[in-house]
């Protein structure tokens, strides 16, 4: 259980909803990892907690040996279609980022875009994606920061379902010090950027429906809660929406940071 009040790290809460609707929103995040990991023909490239496979389509577009592995079969069916509608070479399996299959430096790069981040066994996770790199491959990561808009958001999911207020423990992924001491003792460099992304919405009643709907942790926080209860937090992040809103004309456009990494295997 996390500052969301949910457990982001079990499979059942992003089978819920439909995670494809909500990743289909920044496939260019994952197209701007694998530009910033310096992705290269013929590279071995995992993607973990692929999703509906964002970045590993992205990966195999720059015509590299690409792998994707999440634990939602529902989310690989999903990747597996684009893959196919796209004619692009993916392999998607079944895995848990904390106890992958790979032996040990069986991949040049490693990725993951808001994927990796909700494992629950953080320490575990980062020692995985080390050891199935290669020594000088590469670790590139997307995670939402824990005071953008996206971490801000998990924060006040969690203050209506558990009253928890602290961060959200997945975010930290999102901070420099944090991957510091997950990846730094292992790797020769790490280069970190803070990123924005941009959600736009017809308008925040459009944001705060698309969410609920779509995206698992909203959708077992709205379930766990009672109508009046789900009622409250609807007003709330209504509100949120709409003061961090920097649209001109009624629509809804939210700028949310995340942390772009890589990280080069000592």
Excluded at 15 to 25: H, I, M, P
Excluded at 130 to 143: C, D, E, K
Aim: overall charge negative; proline content about 6%.
């Amino acid at each position: 259980m996390d500052g969301t009040g949910v457990d982001t790290g079990d499979g059942a809460t992003w089978a819920s909803g439909d995670y494809g609707r909500v990743g289909n929103l920044w496939p260019l995040i994952g197209e701007l990892l694998c530009e910033a990991a310096a992705i290269r023909p013929g590279e071995r490239v995992l993607d973990v907690a692929t999703g509906t496979g964002n970045t590993a389509l992205a990966a195999a577009r720059r015509f590299a040996t690409v792998t994707g592995v999440d634990y939602v079969p529902e989310l690989l069916e999903h990747a597996t279609a684009r893959a196919a509608a796209e004619g692009l070479p993916v392999s998607f399996e079944t895995g848990d980022a904390e106890r992958m299959r790979f032996a040990d430096a069986s991949f040049d790069v490693a990725v993951s875009t808001f994927g990796v981040q909700y494992v629950p066994d953080q320490d575990r996770a980062a020692a995985e994606l080390l050891r199935v790199v290669r020594p000088g491959g590469r670790i590139a990561l997307a995670s939402w920061s824990p005071d953008g808009f996206l971490g801000e958001l998990l924060r006040l999911v969690g203050a209506h379902t558990s009253g928890h207020t602290g961060p959200a423990a997945p975010t930290g992924w999102g901070t420099e010090d944090h991957l510091e001491k997950l990846l730094g003792p292992h790797v020769s460099a790490l280069t970190c950027t803070e990123r924005r992304w941009l959600f736009r919405f017809p308008g925040p009643d459009a944001f705060v429906s698309y969410f609920r709907a779509y995206f698992g942790p909203l959708t077992l926080a709205y379930e766990a809660l009672s109508p009046s209860a789900g009622d409250g937090l609807t007003t709330d992040l209504v509100r949120y929406v709409t003061e961090h809103d920097q649209a001109p004309d009624g629509t809804v456009e939210v700028p949310s940071t995340y942390l772009q990494a890589v990280a080069v295997k000592a």
